[in-house]
DNA sequence: ATCGCTGCAAAAGATTTGCACTACC
DNA sequence: GGTAGTGCAAATCTTTTGCAGCGAT
């Protein structure tokens, strides 16, 4: 497992930004320094330092769009290894103060929580792949 | 602007389930009772919906992957109309008890905050077009 | 010489669009 | 008859994969 050029280019560009940027974005900063890496190889790479947890994405799971029509009770359990995804409420949640961390970026109009970890089912099985969300139990 | 069956049905199918479904899944139930429908009427009426806001998207944007190598201070600021996103920190929330109708969904492992709203820029700006993370400003 | 890494080009997957047809007011 | 909605097929966009060449051990 090396860290060539690209690699080491492709970590520092995501490492000194802010932005939390696609993969597209990530390509157009490393070019300048390195005119010929590839999208492909972007990829490749922003997925393996995933993988060796040296950065994450921005959620949890590779997804497609997915629908909602609870308009309460907005707080969310995902699990990080099938996508199974489920609404939850709770008092506490719903009261939180914004944070005034949050509030000098912008004008904050809903706080959502995100519980991740494993569903019940994943719990039990523990296998090590990362899988998609087809595996999803659907009710 | 109509209630039609196919419409309908989707609305249906998404308001019946508590599985965030995607567009194909969705299909998929509603074809059981309208063998017709198609791929992109679900997609069309799925976004309808979430325009007329009678139903949501799990994630407040349409995005492709996004990536973060801040491993720390994992609370996120996230712009609704043009995709600005930015890590916050808070002591508060660092220490959220994890809420009991979350861990009877499985085994939750972290709690993550996301404040959506609007960034200052747009809050200044205030259009109505949804708008894509293009425009998002990059440091 | 071998093995992993890269770039290219093509493939695959997800979503959107153009267009002609249908249904309904 | 006109307008909105649908289905089909093709287009687009994002991401992944196969493969041949390259570079470092």
Known sequence: LKVTHQRAEI??????TLSHPDAETVLEGVRRRVPSVSLDTVYRTLWLLADLDLIRTLSP?????????????????VCVRCGFTRDFESEGLGTLPIPAAARKLG?????????????????????????????EEKR
């Open 107 to 135: 004008r904050v109009q809903a706080l959502h929580v995100e519980a991740r970890g494993l569903c019940r089912k994943c719990a039990s099985q523990r296998k090590s792949t990362r899988t998609h969300r087809k595996e």
């Open 11 to 16: 970590f520092r560009e995501v490492a000194q």
């Open 61 to 77: 799971l590779r997804e497609r769009a997915r629908f909602d029509a609870n308009l309460e009770g907005h707080h969310h359990f």
